[in-house]
């Protein structure tokens, strides 16, 4: 979210009523993108384009709108269009890069990066990237591969097929379980890079308390000894969020994603609510965004709210009630709307009284 912000800031001032030119159009998209109405901007880009099919501003716009929007295919071929346009167009650069990147095209974010250096040699942004891609580049040089039904997994060397084989059998278990569970499964064949302890640290910059990631892959430290039901544990967390991402791949609140990890890693296991003896609850509203800044007391504390929150979502609504607030976010309704509608009370009442 970091990078919308970045491109929100290119927009242009000045702005008559009733646009007419491509320029203008894609002012009023602008404007839009900056009030968070994607759809609108999407026409407004289209409108611009329909003027001046050869505006890079209008095409970087229609990108970033449709990225908003959830449509990845869309937004990639205008960033790569608006950079045929106009190859130093940073912006766009930043946008496709990390579009490709999320997709686990790796090598394509890099070329991205790379090719936009050249007209932009002191870009911050772009020089810390690129380092922090070609490092997991050199990383992942030296693994191997194995294809599952569902999963490609990269792990380093033939010392950890046994390794790999195991988590291939947890993960087609636990794609089932889940999938089943929520009643959809990932659009497409998920990564998995099994690292060791150091790898994964270096690579994802995850604090210490993390057990794995998600981030368009998954990313599961394996190294030293691996009790099992720790190993099924974290990789049916992150499956969660593959799962999830699938059909949101924006707009989830954190505690309703992580909570929604932290139930389907448990099986029948019931939530340990220990750590709610120590401390009161944070709100949950403050738990909309990354855990990632918590210190590792309020990162346990928030991962047992999340899960009896969602917990409480799924008696409120019934079984189905994941399912369609899922695709209630995915269609562009805001939380609130998606809320409410499968919930059937307002997301404000719900803050309120959840934990009663
Ligand atoms: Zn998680």
Redesign the pocket.
Same mark, same amino acid.
């Given at each position: 979210m970091l990078l919308a912000a970045t491109l929100l800031s290119v927009a242009l001032s000045g702005q008559a009523a009733g646009p007419r030119t491509a320029v203008q159009w894609t002012d009023a998209g602008w404007q839009a993108l900056r009030a968070g109405h994607a759809d609108e901007a999407a026409r407004d880009f289209d409108e611009a384009l329909r003027v001046d099919a050869r505006s890079p501003m209008a095409m970087l716009g229609a990108g970033a709108a449709a990225q908003l929007r959830g449509k990845t295919d869309e937004a990639r071929q205008d960033l790569a269009g608006a950079l045929r346009l106009q190859p130093s167009l940073t912006a766009a650069s930043l946008l496709l890069g990390e579009i490709l990147y999320r997709e686990a095209d790796l090598q394509g974010a890099i070329a991205v990066y790379e090719q936009a250096l050249i007209s932009a040699p002191t870009d911050r942004q772009l020089t810390a990237k690129l380092e922090a891609w070609r490092r997991e580049a050199a990383v992942h040089d030296s693994f191997s591969q194995r294809i599952a039904s569902h999963f490609t997994i990269m792990f380093e060397g033939p010392p950890d097929q046994p390794v790999a084989s195991r988590v291939a059998e947890i993960l087609e278990a636990a794609y089932w379980r889940i999938g089943g569970a929520i009643g959809a499964y990932p659009r497409d064949v998920v990564p998995v890079i099994l690292y060791s302890k150091e790898q994964f640290r270096d690579v994802t910059q995850s604090p210490g308390w993390a057990g794995?990631l998600?981030d368009g892959r998954i990313r599961v430290p394996v190294g030293g000894t691996i009790d099992d039901r720790e190993l099924e544990r974290v990789l049916s967390? $992150?499956l969660?969020?593959a799962i999830v991402y699938g059909l949101a791949s924006r707009g989830v609140p954190q505690w309703l994603? $992580?909570g929604l990890?932290?139930l389907f890693e448990r099986g029948a296991v019931a939530i340990d609510r220990a750590p709610l003896a120590d401390a009161p609850l944070i709100p949950l509203s403050r738990l909309e965004r990354s855990f990632q800044s918590l210190s590792s007391t309020d990162a346990r504390l928030a991962?047992v709210e999340s899960a009896l929150a969602t917990q409480k979502v799924i008696d409120l609504g019934g079984p189905t009630t994941i399912y369609n607030l899922l695709t209630n976010i995915a269609s562009g309704m805001t939380f609130e709307t998606a809320f409410e509608r499968a919930v059937l009370i307002p997301y404000a009442e719900f803050l309120k009284t959840w934990a009663e």
């Open positions: 794995g998600f967390h $992150e969660t969020h994603n $992580e990890a932290v991962y």
